[in-house]
Every structure is written in structure tokens, then in C-alpha cells.
């Protein structure tokens, strides 16, 4: 008996410590486990430092950036060239998105002295349609259309030459309003035009209304935008297919003939030639932007122009740029349209320049098109 109960305790005992040694385990899996635990608190921290240093080392180099910027634009104003700054003030001051820029460094009378200077000074003279004889004869080695690259010493662009004036045409969005318009390549497709580039002045500033023009706008002789009794800077085209330019009322313009025409502001779009003259240009003529024009040689032939800008490898051309380039292509009269971001060219189911903005050309109330 005593044997067996002997045998008994040392199984018991052999047991107890068996279950004892068992526990070791299960302290290691917890004290493990809190080991896991300050890891990840490592691991989080660790990440959260890099975060830090990515956006410490981010806002630095954009401080930097800004820093040098300042710097560049200060050269420019402070400089010893006047024609340096007084570019860098109308160049800026003619977008809606950095025109404040100018403030920074000159008070609101010199920027005004500075566009006064440099600008095409407006006129009382109107089109006269007999100096312009629409060729009718058959010249078939003559393209119905033309694309032609053009390239200055600051600007690069588009320019297409129509044979027939009778295709050219003010097209529309559907309704006028207090929101958005179309780009030309939509408001193209809605006439199934071949193509055009933008039109004329729209609301934009404070509040920007993309899809409400400014000024006198007349489609087929019936005016559909702009008060009867104002006077408006007046760009059209005429039932005999002649550009006019001029400042004019809404019954003025009908006593001129106009079937389709748009308006935009002398700050803005400039008369460029009229009657074969070129206007009066003062200083640099303008800053260096995108810029629309459109104007007529003396046979009748249509040019449409979109030079590209605000990008490293074309800055834009000034007002006088286009002058010249109307000029050298035979234009006996041309004016200027909206520019900047609205600068655009359609032909042939696509845009043919390279307007400047990310998210692609601007919205626009009027376009210019060829049928």
C-alpha cells in the first residue's frame, strides 16, 4: 500500500509540475506580445517622423520657389530695363488670376500710366467695306483652307486663312446666362462648323459669367445681346461678307450692313488695321499673353490667329506682335478678341493650338466659325 501511495505522490507531484512548466509558455506568448505592441508604436512613430520631414522639406522648397519668384519679379520692376517691368505689368495685369501681382510693386496710378503708355490707342474710324473686292473667280490653286505655323521671337501659334468670307459666321451657346458657357470645339459642333476660335468679351471678374458676353453681339442682323442706345467697340462681319470694325450703336451697326458680329473692350481687343492702316501703337503695345485676332485682306480671304502663351516655349505676343503679323499676311483690316486662357483654335474635330490651361481651353459665350 505504501508503495502504491508513494507512486500516487510522486505522480501528483511529477503533474504539478509538469501543469507549472506549462505555464512558461503562456507568460512567453505575453510578454511577447507586448514586445509586438511597442514595435508598432515604433513602427507608427517612425512614419509619422518621415510624414513630417517629407512636408517640412516641401514647404521649404516652396518657400524657396516663392522666395525666388519675388526675387525675379523684383528685377524685373526695379531693374535697370523700364521695357522688362513694364511688360511684367501688363502681362499680369491682363489675367483675372494673377493681375495682383503688379500691386505687389507699383501703386494703382503707375500700373494705369503703364497701360496708357503701351497700348493701341483707340479711334473714332469705322470700315470702309469699298476698299475690300472679294475675289469670285474660280482660283482653285488656291486652298479653301489653310493652316499656317506662325513663330515670333516670344510666341509661337496658329493661323488659318479661309478663301471664302461667306463661311465665316458668329456662332453661339444655346441661351445666354449667368453660369458657364461652351468651348469653341462644342459650340462648333452644335452648327457643325469645320472651324473657328473664341469671340468676344464676357463677364469676368469678381463673378465670372462664362456664358454671359458683354456688348453688342448680332446673329443673322438681329441684335441678341447689349443695349440699343450704347455706343460698343464693335467687331462684324457684313450680308456682302466685309469685316467692320468700329465703335458703333446697335442701329449703327445695321446701317453698316452687319449680319454677325461680337464686342470687346479697347483694353482687351484692340483695333489692330483698319482701312489698311495700322492704328496707333504706343510703347510696347501690350504685354506678352495668348492672343485671338481675326481680320480680312483686301480680296476678302478670312485670317483667324491663335498665338499660345504663358508656357517656356512661347510667352505670347503683344498687341503690336499681332499688328505685325496681320500685317505680313495681307490684312487690310483686323482687330483683336478675348485672350489669355479663352485663346483657342478648332479645326477638323480638334484644337489646333495649345491653349494655356491644365483642365483644357476656357468656356466661352461667342466663337467666330467657319462653315
Given at each position: ?13 511529477y ?19 507586448g ?34 519668384l ?40 503707375e ?6 503708355a503701351n ?13 475690300v ?10 486652298p ?6 506662325v ?15 461667306s ?35 464676357f ?39 466685309k ?43 501690350g ?13 476678302g480671304s ?19 506682335d ?7 499676311y ?23 493650338n ?18
Open positions: 500500500m505504501s508503495n502504491e501511495n508513494n507512486e500516487e505522490i510522486e505522480l501528483f507531484d503533474m504539478d509540475e509538469e501543469s507549472e512548466s506549462r505555464k512558461i509558455p503562456v507568460n512567453k506568448k505575453e510578454k511577447t506580445g514586445k509586438s505592441g511597442r514595435s508598432k508604436k515604433k513602427k507608427k512613430a517612425g512614419a509619422l517622423t518621415w510624414v513630417g520631414r517629407v512636408a517640412a522639406t516641401i514647404g521649404i522648397t516652396l518657400a524657396l520657389i516663392i522666395v525666388w519675388y526675387g525675379v519679379m523684383a528685377v524685373l520692376v526695379y531693374g535697370p530695363s523700364k521695357t522688362a517691368k513694364n511688360q511684367f505689368v501688363l502681362s499680369v495685369q491682363e489675367t483675372s488670376a494673377i493681375g495682383f501681382l503688379a500691386n505687389i510693386f507699383c501703386s494703382q496710378e500700373i494705369d500710366a503703364i497701360k496708357a497700348s493701341i490707342k483707340d479711334t473714332d474710324e469705322v470700315t470702309d467695306t469699298s476698299l473686292s472679294i475675289d469670285t473667280e474660280d482660283n482653285s490653286e488656291v479653301d483652307i489653310e493652316i499656317i505655323d513663330k515670333g521671337s516670344t510666341y509661337s501659334g496658329k493661323l488659318m486663312k479661309i478663301k471664302d468670307p463661311r465665316l459666321f458668329v456662332g453661339t451657346i444655346e441661351g445666354f446666362h449667368q453660369g458657364n458657357g461652351q468651348v469653341v470645339a462644342d459650340i462648333a459642333k452644335r452648327y457643325n462648323a469645320v472651324g473657328g476660335v473664341n469671340g468676344g468679351e463677364v469676368d471678374g469678381e463673378t465670372t459669367y462664362t456664358g454671359m458676353p458683354i456688348g453688342l453681339v448680332m446673329i443673322n442682323g438681329e441684335q441678341v445681346n447689349g443695349n440699343s442706345g450704347s455706343t460698343y467697340h464693335v467687331t462684324g462681319i457684313t450680308f456682302d461678307n469685316l467692320v470694325v468700329g465703335n458703333m450703336t446697335a442701329e449703327q451697326a445695321k446701317q453698316n450692313n452687319i449680319r454677325d458680329c461680337v464686342s470687346i473692350s479697347n483694353s482687351i481687343g484692340p483695333f489692330l488695321i483698319i482701312n489698311g492702316e495700322a492704328q496707333d501703337v504706343s510703347g510696347t503695345g504685354g506678352l499673353n495668348p492672343r485671338t485676332a481675326l481680320g480680312q485682306t483686301s480680296d478670312i485670317i483667324l490667329l491663335a498665338i499660345d502663351g504663358r508656357m517656356a516655349n512661347s510667352l505670347g505676343a503683344s498687341f503690336s499681332l499688328q505685325d503679323i496681320m500685317l505680313q495681307g490684312a487690310v483690316n483686323a482687330s483683336v478678341m478675348d485672350g489669355g486662357t479663352s485663346t483657342q483654335m478648332y479645326y477638323e474635330g480638334e484644337v489646333i495649345t491653349p494655356y490651361s491644365p483642365t483644357g481651353p476656357r468656356t466661352c459665350p461667342t466663337s467666330w466659325l467657319v462653315k
